[in-house]
Every structure is written in structure tokens, then in C-alpha cells.
């Protein structure tokens, strides 16, 4: 069935150092990616989508990388701040003829200063 | 600009009673999707609609919830009979069918 899955669960990382979260889709037809940062009390909010017609995307210190072959995902964000911390979600459109995105579980990233 | 509003964000009800939710998509989306919230778990997928159609329901359970999307007003989630597990953050979110999802604040339900 659909189903994306999302590791770590949990991330603590230094000021100015990296963070790498990696999620899996199982849907082979999936053609769309977003990942959302949510804060404490807040909505989802889109930081970056990836497309399947590309392999890498990049804004800023956030870049996401797409293997559609191994059909995954990768959300790595560099130089992470303070306000970096809160929980991570991607996500992945189901097919091509529904808007439906299946979230992953989640990270949640503390950075520390 | 107004985003994807959301009301009540906070609402209280006893065991039993009636909850509805409202969300306004975003200006120029059409579709509107609900997802639910549990407390420190991920976003799960309830119902998709368009004006006047519900798309793909295959999140919602079978008895005591619906969901609405009006030609005209906000579309609405109606959860009757409410029981404790009912308790979470609902959430709503709008697009244009690009993909692009904007999600609400949310609306957190507790019930009693």
C-alpha cells in the first residue's frame, strides 16, 4: 500500500553543523516531493519540493536530493541555526491522477548552539 | 493574502456532543484536503475534495465523520458523537493542483 517511511526520528546536531533526514516512498508513480517544517503549536509549513523529473534542488542551506530508482528522498540542510529546531516531515504524492500526499513520521531536529 | 484559515483553532466538547470544523482554502484553490494530527505522531490523510465533490475519502472512518466543501463557504468537517479518541489537531490544507499544499494553522479538538 502507500507508505512513506522517515528516519531519524530524532536529530540533535551543533549550531553550524549538517543535518541529513532520509524518507522512502513505495509508490512507484509518486512524481512529486515536499518536505514541511512544523513548529510547536504551528501548520506544516513547504520548505522545498523536489519533482521526480530532477535529481537535486537547492535553496539556500536546504537542498533535497531525489533517487528515483531506490525511490528516495534526502532533506540536508547545512550551516542549521537555532530556529532550524522543530519537526520535519516529507511527503509524497500518490500516483498522477490524485493531489494526496502520505507523510512520513516525522523528525524531529534539535540544534543546539 | 490570506492563507488557509482555519476555525476554531481550539475547541473543547464533551463525549457525545458535535464538532465541526471550518477551513477557507487559500484565494484561487479549489481543492481542499483534511489530515489529522495525534500528539507527537505525523499527519495521516482523511478526505480530499473539490467544490461540491468529495474526491477520495479512503482516510475517513466509516461512521461519525463527514466532510463538505459547499459551492459557496468554507468546507467543513463534522465529526458527530465525538469520543476521546477523537482528540487531535485537525489540519487543513489547499491547492491550486500544481501539488503545492498550504497548510492552516489547525484546529485542536479535545474532547472531555
Known amino acids: 500500500g502507500e507508505n512513506v517511511e522517515q528516519h531519524p526520528s530524532t536529530l540533535s546536531v551543533q549550531e553550524g553543523d549538517s543535518a541529513v533526514i532520509k524518507c522512502t516512498y513505495s509508490d512507484s508513480a509518486s512524481n512529486y516531493f515536499p518536505w514541511y517544517k512544523q513548529e510547536l503549536g504551528k501548520g506544516p509549513q513547504l520548505i522545498i519540493d523536489i519533482r521526480s523529473n530532477v535529481g537535486e534542488k537547492k535553496d539556500q542551506r536546504i537542498a533535497v536530493t531525489l533517487n528515483k530508482t531506490a525511490k528516495h528522498f534526502s532533506l540536508h540542510i547545512t550551516e542549521t541555526q537555532p530556529e532550524d529546531s522543530a519537526v520535519y516531515f516529507c511527503a509524497a504524492k500518490m500516483g498522477y491522477n490524485t493531489d494526496k500526499l502520505i507523510f512520513g513520521t516525522g523528525t524531529r531536529l534539535q540544534v543546539f548552539p | 493574502n490570506a492563507g488557509v484559515m482555519q476555525n476554531p483553532r481550539h475547541l473543547v466538547r464533551r463525549r457525545g456532543q458535535e464538532a465541526r470544523l471550518r477551513c477557507s482554502p487559500m484565494k484561487g484553490h479549489s481543492h481542499v484536503y483534511w489530515y489529522r494530527q495525534l500528539p507527537e505522531e505525523g499527519l495521516k490523510f482523511m478526505v480530499y475534495l473539490q467544490k461540491e465533490n468529495i474526491i477520495d475519502e479512503s482516510g475517513m472512518p466509516k461512521e461519525r465523520f463527514s466532510a463538505e466543501f459547499p459551492k459557496e463557504g468554507p468546507s467543513i468537517l463534522r465529526i458527530q458523537q465525538v469520543v476521546r479518541g477523537d482528540s487531535a489537531a485537525y489540519f487543513c490544507?489547499?491547492?491550486?493542483?500544481?501539488?503545492?499544499?498550504?497548510f492552516g494553522e489547525g484546529s485542536r479538538l479535545t474532547v472531555l
Open positions: 490544507a489547499s491547492s491550486q493542483s500544481t501539488g503545492e499544499l498550504f
